[in-house]
């Protein structure tokens, strides 16, 4: 026989009678989503609201532990949401951290994995060790009463951050005691909730080793000085914003940003008298310096990964010309992938407005009135407006990764 729980407990006038075998379904269903989901943001969104639905709490807050702090990751707050947009409080809240001690209620959670249920935390009993800190609900003129605290353990029992819920609301918008048979629940979805934030976690670390990897390579392939790597990232973020200005997909933005790097990496082939030779190319050399789109692709040859596949086709494209005069195939217009031609007018705008050992940085205006000249020669149209219409968040990157005032020579 399924046994019927009361939604609300001790306090409550209108109890709502919920099937149990509903919920653990529900409980199933959204394991298998986190497990799922690899953006963090959207994760944490997803775990504090079905908290929140699960208890009919009106707010709630989600803390990772991070060595001897507390680190606030989500804040919801429907009181709060009405008066406001919401934006303001979360914002402030997500740059907040708290000491990992006893004396807070988090901090109590964090270090004994007990659960805190209280009724009214204005009315802690006076021989508990932690206390309530109304900062909160004085900076937004709010009641906390009832709150629910559970701690985030994964599957080694490793605690990774605190689930809080603030105020439970019966049927009819009262705040109410949270109902005690729902804490193995919440507890639940709380441990798949750390299982899945140590998931994407994991993952985060070995992208983010894996990029930087990627990205010592593509220095290597030059010349291994600061404004090689500069250059490298600032032709990655300009990948990337004229992918958005594109209207691509998050996900394809972050892998053209991650290939774009790889652009030279055929340039390891290439003798080093011939990359760092400060005049003019002959002939001969230029042949020679065109082949390290052909030796980029070759390096990836047989790979299947999507990223690997993108970074072998940036490498070969990303001097082709939208009029068929480039190199190495002297593709046209649409022949040509569209990730070449984005790398490719990011490393041409680059080169423009740095500094190089045969002239000055040209000012942004100068750079832009050349860019506008080769549109439908050398840049596809398309790729030209987006570029040009997201020119703040273009500028923004030059100057956080700002080009030295003397550079090497460098031959394109």
Same mark, same amino acid.
């Given at each position: ?45 997803? $775990?504090?609201? /079905? ?67 209280? /009724? ?32 985030? %353990? ?69 010349? %291994? ?23 691509? /997909? ?26 760092? %030779? ?11 310096? %065109? ?44 022949? $040509? ?5 984005? $790398? ?7 080169a423009l407005s740095s500094p190089r050992c045969y002239k000055p940085a040209y000012p942004i205006e100068r750079c832009l ?40 020579? /460098?031959?394109?």
């Amino acid at each position: 026989m399924v046994e019927a729980v009361g939604l609300y407990d001790g306090g409550a006038t209108a109890v709502q009678i919920m099937n149990l075998e509903d919920h653990l379904a529900r409980l199933n269903r959204i394991g298998i989503a986190l497990s799922s989901e690899r953006d963090l943001a959207k994760l944490l969104a997803t $775990i504090l609201q /079905e908290a929140r639905d699960f208890t009919h709490a009106e707010g709630g807050t989600l803390y990772g532990i991070e060595g001897e702090q507390l680190r606030f990751l989500a804040t919801q707050n429907d009181a709060i949401d009405r008066r406001s947009s919401g934006t303001v409080y979360a914002a402030h809240e997500a740059d907040e951290q708290l000491p990992l001690s006893h004396e807070s209620m988090a901090g109590y959670v964090g270090l004994t994995g007990q659960v805190i249920n209280l /009724e009214d935390v204005y009315r802690i009993p006076p021989d508990r060790p932690y206390r309530f800190n109304p900062g909160f609900d004085r900076r937004h003129d709010y009641r906390t009463q009832s709150m629910l605290m559970v701690p985030m %353990k994964d599957a080694e029992g490793d605690i990774l951050g605190v689930l809080q819920l603030i105020n439970a609301l019966d049927e009819h918008g009262r705040i109410v005691p949270f109902d005690r048979r729902w804490e193995d629940l919440v507890m639940s979805l709380a441990s798949q909730a750390a299982v899945a934030i140590r998931n994407v976690r994991l993952t985060e670390e070995l992208k983010a080793a894996y990029l930087d990897t990627i990205f010592r390579l593509s220095v290597a392939a030059e010349y %291994k000085d600061t404004e090689t790597a500069n250059h490298i990232r600032r032709v990655a973020h300009y990948s990337a914003i004229i992918a958005e200005g594109l209207g691509f /997909e998050p996900d394809r933005v972050e892998r053209i940003r991650c290939a774009a790097p790889m652009h030279d990496v055929g340039k390891i082939g290439i003798p080093e008298a011939i990359l760092q %030779k400060p005049g003019k190319l002959t002939p001969e050399e230029y042949e020679a310096m %065109k082949r390290h789109t052909i030796l980029g692709a070759r390096i990836f040859d047989g790979a299947e990964a999507p990223l690997l596949k993108t970074s072998a086709t940036v490498a070969l494209t990303h001097h082709e010309r939208f009029d068929g005069s480039g190199y190495p195939a002297g593709l046209q217009g649409a022949e $040509i992938p569209i990730e070449g031609q984005i $790398i490719a007018l990011a490393d041409v705008f680059d080169a423009l407005s740095s500094p190089r050992c045969y002239k000055p940085a040209y000012p942004i205006e100068r750079c832009l009135e050349i860019i506008r000249q080769e549109c439908a020669h050398h840049f596809h149209p398309d790729v030209i407006r987006a570029f040009m219409n997201r020119m703040d968040d273009v500028l923004a990157v030059r100057t956080r990764y700002a080009p030295e005032e003397t550079a090497r020579p /460098e031959a394109s």
